[in-house]
Nanobody
């Protein structure tokens, strides 16, 4: 069983950068695809980015593809989301997610409830 804890959220001005981290516990971390969703109050949780278990393949939402980078370090049991050129529209709670069954290339198409393991979320606020 994998458990996830996000960190790195906070307040940043528009145009700035943040790096989110997701620390995983459990012995099967390397077998999971890992990624990030985000959610604003009253809205549906939406896909942001994900990376396959090997780290060699990634998938991004169109709205963040040019600005965000997802990566993982299996030796440290950690997944990252580097966010550059942040905009006020990026203000959301960001959730780390892990899944062993859904292909990383399909994460932008499936309902978020289909994915297996979720962290508690970390708040990102971008001021204008």
């Amino acid at each position: 069983q994998v458990q996830l804890v996000e960190s790195g959220g906070g307040l940043v001005q528009a145009g700035g950068s943040l790096r989110l981290s997701c620390a995983a516990s459990g012995r099967t971390f390397s077998s999971y695809a890992m990624g990030w969703f985000r959610q604003a109050p009253g809205k549906e949780r939406e896909f942001v980015a994900c990376v396959a278990w090997s780290g060699g393949y990634t998938n991004y939402a169109d709205s963040v593809k040019a600005r965000f980078t997802v990566s993982r370090d299996n030796a440290k049991n950690t997944v990252y989301l580097q966010m550059n050129s942040l905009e006020p529209e990026d203000t959301d709670v960001y959730y780390c997610v892990a899944d062993r069954r859904v292909l990383h290339s399909s994460w932008d198409k499936v309902r978020y409830r289909s994915l297996e393991v979720w962290g508690q979320g970390t708040l990102v606020t971008v001021s204008s």
